[in-house]
């Protein structure tokens, strides 16, 4: 079975502050991606990564930046926390080709930001 | 830009009755995906449906592809308190990056 993990599932932080979340899959996919989801919003890519140090961004990527040195983790910053940063993030992977694009997802961290 | 429209966001019903979640698009996708989610968990694939006029069962569960591949629809026979949760649709990013579009997603509550 494919395993996506994030580091936390709840964090608390407070405005200003660097945050890491971290997600680790292990089952050798190229694509990663990190979404945020909020109610009534759905959920909204912020950067993915097809491989190792090669990042895009998706179509929310102000105030965050990403990380991904090896292929089975793929890191979010957000370099100075805000309130409107609290949020439900989601980490996921898959490998092109196979599956139809299936996505895997991690279970989420709920950032919460003071 | 393309986007999926879900509807309706909230639905709440009694166990036993049936519904349908519409996924609606003015951009054809390659395939489009079922995801539900339950509270504190991630999404999880239900199913892919590739083909225009495509039709797949999974128990309960039936999802459509339109003719056209622009939209989807999911309906639940007979709902059950376990089908609870939120139902996200998700098209195939035309660029063949492997990205998905999501629609904002339904939550469906079954009371018993």
């Known amino acids: 079975d494919v395993k996506v993990t994030q580091s936390s599932r709840y964090l608390v932080k407070r405005t200003g502050e660097k945050v890491f979340l971290e997600c680790v899959q292990d089952m050798d996919h190229e694509n990663m991606f990190w979404y945020r989801q909020d109610p009534g919003l759905g959920l909204r890519l912020i950067y993915f990564?097809?491989?190792?140090?090669?990042?895009e961004k998706g179509d929310i990527p102000e105030g965050y930046s990403v990380s991904r040195e090896k292929k089975e983790r793929f890191s979010l910053i957000l370099e100075s926390a805000s309130t409107n940063q609290t949020s439900m993030y989601l980490c996921?992977?898959?490998?092109?080709?196979?599956?139809?694009?299936?996505?895997?997802f991690g279970p989420g961290t709920r950032l919460t930001v003071l | 830009t393309q986007l999926l429209e879900q509807s309706p966001q909230f639905l709440s019903i009694q166990e036993g009755e049936n519904l349908t979640v519409y996924c609606n698009s003015s951009?054809?996708?390659?395939?489009l995906q079922w995801y539900r989610q339950e509270p504190g968990e991630g999404p999880v694939l239900l199913v892919t449906v590739v083909t225009g006029g495509e039709v797949k069962k999974l128990k309960r569960l039936t999802f459509q592809f339109g003719d056209a591949r622009k939209d989807s629809s999911l309906h639940i026979t007979a709902a059950q308190p376990g089908d609870t949760g939120l139902y996200l649709c998700?098209?195939?990013?035309?660029?063949?990056?492997?990205?998905?579009?999501f629609g904002q997603g339904t939550t469906l509550q079954v009371k018993p």
């Open positions: 951009s054809v996708f390659s395939s």
């Open positions: 998700a098209g195939v990013d035309s660029s063949n990056t492997g990205k998905l579009i």
């Open positions: 990564s097809y491989d190792v140090k090669m990042k």
């Open positions: 996921a992977s898959s490998s092109p080709g196979t599956d139809t694009d299936t996505q895997y």
